[in-house]
């Protein structure tokens, strides 16, 4: 399994962000990567209060 940089991490995350807008199958799709990885990467950046796009469950 490869492991990838912080860096690379943020660069492909990026591209779910505005101008693109892209979504984690097409980014799987052109950078290779499992969608899996992909939610994981959106979710860890969730947590660490980063913006990210998609769905997000808010709970109270």
């Known amino acids: 399994m490869p492991r990838y940089s912080e860096e690379r991490e943020q660069t492909i995350l990026s591209k779910m962000m505005p101008p693109l807008n892209m979504t984690i199958a097409e980014i799987a799709r052109t950078e290779g990567i499992g969608e ?3 939610y994981n ?3 860890k950046a969730r947590e660490q209060g980063r913006p990210v796009q998609g769905k ?3 709970v109270f």
Do not use: E, I, Y
């Open 41 to 43: 990467w959106r979710n």
């Open 36 to 38: 899996q990885t992909l």
């Open 56 to 58: 997000s469950v808010n």
